[in-house]
């Protein structure tokens, strides 16, 4: 990984704008293996739900509420990591955090009750509370001003390695049982190594961007109105609120949907569910590269909006064109969190910290509650009445029209 070599206390003025101003790809790659592997490690979680159903007789319902433990640690603690790391920023949390997700993958192999299961997603969703803002802010420094590319490839590992959860459990987990979910210890501490390179390079780029400010007057920015940022910010968390119950409809229930209406085994479900993982991977890079170039407003409307004719006809398609439907659409929606993001990072200058553990908790959260909720709805009625009643949320991305654009922001 490239680090500045010029010392961090004398900085010549040149090598400032050089280091501090440039897309660092080597440390954006490796904040993205790390999300991959932090990302892998929460992805199980779901992937083995059909095996943890079967062994421990649970219903829908708890299989919610396992997803709502996970995603409440993982989101309720966000903001205040964020808003803490804006004040005081900590190079080496992120290698804390996955100190707390390395003990509860453990625990989460060798749980022996309903109550343990809970207990270890909940230390899972905690690691994952450290992670999300401090990373996503050492995106930003790295991102050299292409803030949609930065977030979005931070965002890549996270797509990837949730795509590849699913794919290891249907490979190792289903077929040898729980423990071995133990084999997967591996990642958090390849990821404490990565991490700990990057909290190094973080520490330079501190003591580089200090100097600089000491050096160049202040430009007062003219303050966007209360009830503007307050408005705006409501109709981002409400696009945020569409795009995550649809995607917990998808990756805690997709499996469950193709084996009762399709007759596929788990492992074949496992697969379509990785397919449509993988395209959200996809659809994530995608976004941010044309979220720079085209304005993250745009985007945000294509993604939400253009992905509703996808949802809306997959419940009502046979096994071949649900995987093609659902393959679109995961693509097309993935597409907007980043540019949300940025959007939100513009709207708020300075706070990278605690807008990104804003989005990134609300988004945990509501992919959390929705989960239990979708369960609930699932044990009353049925799977496909779930997909149907998800299939309408992206009709939410017409609240796109009151966005303004970013010129205004």
Not at 32 to 39: C, E, F, G, R, Y
Not at 254 to 282: C, D
Request: charged share 10%.
């Amino acid at each position: 990984m490239a680090v500045p070599t010029a010392s961090p206390h004398i900085v010549p003025q040149n090598t400032v704008k050089h280091v501090a101003d440039r897309t660092a790809f080597s440390v954006l790659f490796a904040i993205a293996v790390s999300h991959l592997l932090n990302d892998t490690v929460q992805s199980l979680i779901p992937a083995i739900y059909p095996l943890v159903k079967e062994s421990y007789q649970l219903s829908f319902s708890e299989i919610g509420l396992i997803t709502l433990t996970f995603q409440l640690t993982a989101s309720i603690l966000q903001p205040l990591v964020g808003h803490w790391t804006d004040r005081r920023p900590q190079p080496f949390a992120l290698v804390g955090g996955m100190v707390f997700s390395l003990a509860g993958l453990l625990l989460l192999a060798w749980a022996g009750s309903f109550h343990s299961l809970l207990m270890a997603v909940a230390l899972v969703g905690i690691g994952s509370s450290i992670f999300h803002p401090e990373a996503s802010r050492m995106a930003y420094v790295a991102s050299g001003g292409k803030r949609a590319l930065a977030q979005s490839v931070f965002q890549l590992g996270g797509n990837a390695g949730s795509a590849l959860g699913p794919l290891l459990a249907a490979a190792i987990i289903v077929p040898l049982g729980q423990t071995k979910i133990s084999w997967f210890s591996l990642l958090p501490l390849i990821a404490m190594v990565v991490l700990w390179r990057v909290g190094r390079w973080y520490l330079r780029m501190m003591a580089l961007r200090t100097h600089r400010q000491a050096r160049q007057p202040v430009v007062p920015r003219t303050p966007i109105p209360r009830k503007q940022v307050i408005g705006v910010v409501t109709i981002l968390l409400l696009l945020i609120f569409s795009k995550q119950f649809y995607l917990a409809s998808m990756t805690s229930y997709f499996t469950f949907y193709l084996m009762g209406e399709f007759g596929l085994t788990v492992q074949a479900a496992q697969i379509q569910l990785f397919f449509f993982l993988f395209a959200a991977a996809v659809g994530t890079l995608v976004g941010g590269l044309l979220g720079d170039r085209l304005g993250y407003r745009t985007i945000i409307w294509i993604s939400i909006l253009g992905a509703a004719p996808f949802t809306l006809l997959l419940p009502y398609a046979d096994a071949f064109w649900t995987t093609v439907l659902a393959v679109v659409a995961g693509f097309i929606l993935a597409s907007a969190f980043s540019a949300i993001l940025v959007y939100a990072q513009l709207l708020i200058p300075g706070r990278v910290g605690l807008v990104s553990g804003l989005f990134f908790g609300f988004a945990f959260g509501m992919a959390g509650i929705g989960s239990a909720v979708l369960g609930s709805l699932a044990d009353a009625t049925s799977i496909n009445t779930v997909f149907t009643v998800c299939s309408f949320l992206p009709l939410l991305g017409l609240l796109c029209a009151f966005l303004p654009r970013e010129q205004r922001v």
